[in-house]
């Protein structure tokens, strides 16, 4: 399953995506949630083995792109973004 997450790492909406990962589950932040990249404690980096990947455009206009290179976090263009959804049957968005 593919959650996509556009709100912060600390909202409503990333508490109850945490809650409902499982383990083979993906998380893409988008928006407002590439800011978990300034947060090594939030619990999406740790919480199971789902795959954690960032939108790169998006973190490219947050000014946190580099510093998610620099942590050696998954990025993703567009184009991985639309390869993500054609690879997981089932998508939840956490707005």
């Not at 083979?24 to 978990?36: H, P």
């Not at 998954?74 to 707005?95: A, H, K």
Request: no cysteine; charged share 20%.
């Amino acid at each position: 399953m593919l959650h996509i997450l556009n709100k912060p790492p600390h909202s409503d909406a990333a508490k109850q995506l945490l809650l409902a990962l499982s383990a083979d589950d993906t998380v893409l932040l988008i928006e407002d949630a590439v800011q978990a990249v300034l947060y090594p404690d939030w619990q999406g980096w740790t919480v199971s083995s789902a795959a954690v990947f960032l939108l790169a455009e998006d973190a490219v206009s947050r000014g946190v792109y580099s510093l998610a290179n620099v942590k050696g976090l998954p990025l993703v263009e567009m184009d991985g973004f639309v390869e993500l959804t054609e690879q997981n049957e089932r998508i939840i968005s956490w707005y």
